[in-house]
């Protein structure tokens, strides 16, 4: 099933780990217009303005498997709000200083982010719609700090 023109529900619901311990990460219908919201606001500017494309490392995850892969029980994974990825060849602070200022997204995150290697961690992003806080934030493994 495409959710949008460059990123299907398979690719945004794909997990070894899930996969490795027998867990349904199927989303239910919810989840699944919250995911197509995900790609038209957050995936599919971030692929045309780059004009390359990628693959989500994490989209939807289902309870369980968001439990085994140790994250809160509040992520918005949970619900298909919420996405990680990279762009190949793109440092991942330039990723998410042009989103900070051309997309409207709920939370923002440049997680394990390391100066010393622009393509070091990943960027979290989540849009929940007209309630979007568009907060920025970086989060090293220990410590959050503002991204601005």
Not at 122 to 143: F, L, P, Q
Request: charged letters at 25%; hydrophobic letters at 30%.
């Amino acid at each position: 099933m495409k959710l949008s023109d460059h990123f299907s529900l398979r690719e945004l619901t794909k997990s070894q780990t899930a996969i490795r311990n027998g867990i349904d990460n199927t989303p239910d219908k919810e989840s699944i217009r919250n995911l197509k919201e995900v790609c038209a606001k957050i995936l599919e500017p971030v692929r045309t303005h780059y004009d390359r494309p990628f693959t989500p490392s994490s989209g939807y995850r289902c309870l369980s498997l968001n439990q085994v892969l140790g994250s809160s029980d509040r992520s918005q994974h949970i619900t298909g709000e919420a996405v990680d990825f990279e762009v190949p060849g793109i440092s991942n602070m330039d990723v998410a200083r042009w989103m900070i200022k051309e997309l409207s997204y709920d939370q923002l995150i440049l997680e394990f982010y390391k100066e010393t290697d622009p393509h070091s961690g990943w960027v979290h992003c989540s849009y929940v719609g007209i309630k979007n806080r568009n907060k920025a934030r970086r989060y090293d493994g220990r410590t959050w700090s503002s991204l601005s």
